[in-house]
């Protein structure tokens, strides 16, 4: 298979986009993270003075274990995946795989049948799928929206005081900045941030149906909460003690909520961004070699904005199902998850493509302040606002009905508006505050809020 015949476009046109996730999320990935589970609660049996079958290991047995996970590389997987088709069972050909590597080292072979010692499938794959969503928040997923949280600040900072005509139902509105305008949105995607942050990634590793039945009738005597507790959070996760067979995969749906509703305020930034460059409040820098149109030489298209809007709405999609799907399973457990998980990666690819792509446009806008200024000239009447609200302050009649009537629907010129506001019976201070406003300068604490 080559890009051009790959069946997504994930591992075909966008698979430059997608190449840091093809570790985690991968079969091979998958593999990985469950052989590194599989030994490593090898070790902590071992570690387990109750259980005296599995002594201590050596040195030199921990660091057999430890370079037999952390080098487990492709070939490795391949192998497993030749067991897997005569097992027809994943994990088991993972543990058949494990044990023959065992049989190498005469202190590690004596105990090779406590591999997957009182465990089901679910006790490795949930521990492997609760890392590989560990291994994507620290190594992928946050620098790539620190990228995009960089660019809009970068693009806000810049634009702090750059006035802008707002636009409330599409009609002219009360004037803002362009930066504060952002800033609105960096502070949407920075609580998404935080929360995508303190998601607790939870596992569980009790047995068949979430008991510790076997276990409990092998050792007694040992503590075996405390034992799959200190377990699962020594691999960066947080203990869920009741389960069925399966952890109930509510983190996840948290986490892919999460993730669509960052992709939900991103699309919204997208859709802004292509009105504002449509309206010529922004500007795109000029690519070399780049062609906006087979017809049309003059155009420069908002394309990253557009490809990202789609790329987002594609890992929505998926997100919701993950969310809706994932945490339903007929009594202690059904297998219609486990196919869904393998597509986890397909989601988080269309969240990393789009945000590739917003960040690659954010980079090329320039905020044009004269074609603002333009339209903010253009609009006097947004003084509407202001003048009724002094009047109120004053005591003046009607004062909403009176620039209603002076403004709806109407453009107004900055000589109407002032001779107006000269025609109020106001404090001098107050009607030369009025008399001095202009669109451009109407804009409240727009740039400091930016700034802040």
Request: with cysteine.
């Amino acid at each position: 298979m080559t890009a051009l015949t790959a069946l997504s476009p994930l591992d075909g046109r966008y698979s430059r986009h997608t190449e840091a996730l093809r570790p985690i999320f991968s079969e091979a990935g998958l593999i990985r993270r469950r052989v590194m589970v599989e030994l490593r609660w090898l070790e902590a049996l071992a570690a387990d003075p109750d259980i005296p079958e599995v002594p201590n290991f050596s040195p030199d047995a921990i660091r057999f274990l430890r370079e037999l996970s952390g080098n487990f590389d492709n070939t490795a997987a391949a192998e497993v995946k030749a067991i897997e088709n005569s097992t027809n069972h994943d994990v088991k050909a993972v543990e058949y795989w494990i044990k023959r590597q065992l049989q190498t080292h005469a202190e590690l072979s004596r105990v090779s049948e406590f591999v997957h010692f009182g465990c089901t499938s679910e006790d490795i794959n949930n521990l492997a799928y609760g890392v590989m969503l560990k291994d994507l928040r620290e190594t992928v997923l946050m620098s790539s929206l620190t990228r995009v949280l960089m660019g809009l600040r970068q693009i806000a900072n810049d634009s702090a005081a750059i006035a802008m005509l707002s636009r409330t139902h599409g009609q002219t509105a009360s004037p803002t900045t362009l930066g504060k305008e952002l800033r609105n949105v960096i502070a949407r995607i920075e609580r998404q941030f935080r929360q995508l942050e303190a998601q607790p990634l939870l596992g569980k590793i009790n047995g068949a149906v979430g008991n510790f039945n076997a276990h409990q009738v092998a050792y007694p005597e040992v503590d075996w909460q405390r034992l799959a507790r200190a377990f699962v959070e020594s691999l960066g996760l947080e203990w869920n003690a009741y389960t069925t067979q399966i952890e109930p995969h509510d983190f996840i749906a948290e986490y892919c909520d999460i993730c669509r509703r960052l992709g939900t305020i991103l699309i919204d930034l997208c859709r802004d961004i292509w009105g504002y460059i449509s309206l010529g409040y922004f500007r795109q820098s000029q690519i070399e070699g780049e062609v906006g149109s087979s017809t049309m030489p003059h155009k420069i298209n908002p394309i990253d904005f557009e490809n990202a809007e789609g790329n987002f709405g594609l890992g929505n999609a998926l997100f919701g199902h993950f969310s809706e799907k994932l945490p339903i399973s007929r009594f202690q457990r059904d297998l219609s998850d486990s196919t869904v998980l393998r597509s986890l990666g397909v989601g988080f690819g269309y969240l990393l493509v789009g945000m590739r792509a917003l960040e690659r446009g954010l980079s090329k806008l320039r905020p044009d302040a004269a074609r603002m200024t333009q339209d903010l000239d253009n609009a006097w009447e947004v003084l509407g606002e202001a003048v009724q609200t002094v009047m109120r302050r004053y005591g003046l009649p009607e004062p909403y009905e009176q620039l209603k009537a002076l403004t709806r629907g109407a453009r107004i010129d900055a000589e109407r508006m002032r001779t107006f506001i000269e025609g109020l019976d106001l404090p001098e201070e107050a009607k030369q505050r009025l008399l001095k406003l202009t669109p451009g300068s109407y804009i409240g604490l727009a740039s400091d809020l930016t700034r802040a």
